[in-house]
């Protein structure tokens, strides 16, 4: 009996020495890299304290401190940042859906401030800026090498003071400036328009008012047209919308899908995520609907076009999405400034991010650039060329009366459908499938 004690003993020891030596290096790593960090907190505090005493002029200690913590965010990601007071105020002023600027959503790519979208009717659409323009310089002075929140300081400015702004375009061999006239922004979330039986729906943005005016506009139009049975469907144009708020994007994808997940977001360890489903009810009853994405379609308008998409919900028309697949987290600090980091990825239903990637349209159609000629006047009031203008032509008198005008209102809808091509031919284009599978469904 003894010896079995012995040796269950020895077993215990021998078990304990394993142990020692493998706990003993890995906790010599943890201590290594915590006396690291130690270090460089110190390399950084002597190199404050240089600026401090001996730097040709005295600089200013919070605004030294700011500029570190920046560039220790900016070193993540383009979209993880340092918000000092004001602009945390003005960040949550933006998402209640009024703020001042030049209402263009940007980012950065090698050193250059980059357009994601110009809003609509905003100083910067209205004066020509467009997605994916690059910002060289504001008022003649350079953006490369500065941070974002510093762009962002040199675009600010009082209401209706002047700003010129140098962009560099693909396709335009030199750079060029545009002058901008700031102003309040005023962001209308939703626009809506009737295009013979189907609702367009133009959501600009995703603020605290985004759902709510999505679903009172959305029944006004079905209103219009003569209650649900008469929609054809619906148009969800969201070209050129840079996003906004989580929460937001959900409602509006609820809005459309009777059940299964909306989105899912993923942290950096286990279990760090939420999952987003939606509840029963469906704003349209079924209907078909067209969803309209470009490459300034970003974030939460990425959200709303993937859950959509995954679930077959909606058709996807247009061009390839921006690519914007993380969350940014607002975290509020000491002194009313806050951090916004990148905290999570959001996934679509079938698992897919979307991260640099973007949405691909199931439809791609690219918008061919607009050609504002002058037409003269008399091939505007020329009439369209077809059999019925031949001199001598037959007259079809098999047709009753009724189907005469049931012609007449679809070529009626066709003229307006090619009028509207030459303004939008993406809108075009989702209006065109929508008729085709409304009649498919036999509606």
Do not use: C, W
Not at 251 to 279: C, H, K, M, P, W
Not at 306 to 323: C, K, M
Not at 337 to 343: D, K, N, S, Y
């Amino acid at each position: 009996m003894n010896k079995y004690l012995v040796a269950a003993a020895a077993g215990i020891l021998g078990g304990a020495v394993l142990s020692t030596q493998v706990a003993g290096p890995l906790l010599a790593q943890e201590q290594d890299a915590e006396q690291s960090v130690y270090d460089q907190l110190d390399l950084f505090g002597n190199v404050f304290e240089l600026i401090r005493s001996q730097y040709v002029t005295e600089a200013d200690s919070g605004a030294l401190v700011q500029a570190a913590i920046n560039g220790m965010l900016n070193s993540l990601d383009p979209h993880s940042s340092y918000l000092p007071p004001d602009d945390y105020e003005d960040m949550r002023v933006q998402t209640r859906g009024a703020f001042g600027g030049l209402g263009i959503e940007i980012t950065q790519q090698d050193g250059y401030v980059r357009v994601i979208t110009p809003m609509d009717d905003t100083p910067a659409a209205q004066a020509g800026v467009q997605p994916g323009d690059l910002l060289t310089h504001v008022d003649g002075v350079g953006l490369m090498g500065l941070t974002l929140p510093e762009a962002v300081d040199l675009m600010r400015g009082p209401v209706g003071s002047e700003i010129v702004v140098t962009i560099l375009r693909e396709g335009v061999a030199e750079p060029f400036d545009l002058s901008i006239i700031r102003d309040t922004i005023r962001l209308r979330a939703v626009r809506s328009r009737i295009e013979g039986s189907i609702v367009v729906l133009r959501v600009t943005t995703f603020n605290e008012q985004t759902y709510d005016n999505l679903a009172s506009q959305l029944a006004d139009g079905i209103a219009e047209i003569g209650g649900i049975e008469q929609l054809q469907g619906v148009v969800l144009d969201l070209r050129n919308n840079p996003g906004g708020l989580l929460t937001q994007a959900i409602q509006v994808s609820d809005a459309f899908l009777e059940q299964g997940e909306i989105v899912s977001t993923r942290g950096r360890s286990e279990g760090q995520g939420d999952r987003y489903n939606a509840t029963s009810g469906d704003l349209i009853d079924g209907h078909p609907m067209v969803v309209l994405v470009n490459g300034g379609s970003a974030s939460a308008s990425e959200i709303v076009a993937g859950a959509l998409q995954d679930h077959r919900r909606a058709v996807i028309v247009g061009e390839r999405s921006f690519g914007k697949g993380s969350v940014q987290s607002l975290i509020p600090l000491r002194g009313d400034g806050a951090v916004r980091l990148t905290t999570a990825l959001y996934y679509t239903p079938s698992g897919r991010s979307i991260q640099a990637l973007g949405v691909a349209p199931d439809i791609v159609v690219h918008q061919p650039p607009r050609h504002d000629e002058a037409v003269a006047p008399e091939e505007a009031t020329r009439p369209a060329r077809s059999e019925s203008t031949l001199r001598g032509a037959f007259n079809n008198e098999t047709i009753t009366d009724d189907e005469r005008r049931q012609m007449e209102e679809e070529e009626r809808a066709a003229e307006e459908v090619s009028q509207l091509r030459e303004e939008d031919y993406q809108l075009a284009y989702a209006l065109d499938i929508l008729r085709g599978l409304s009649v498919m469904n036999g509606q």
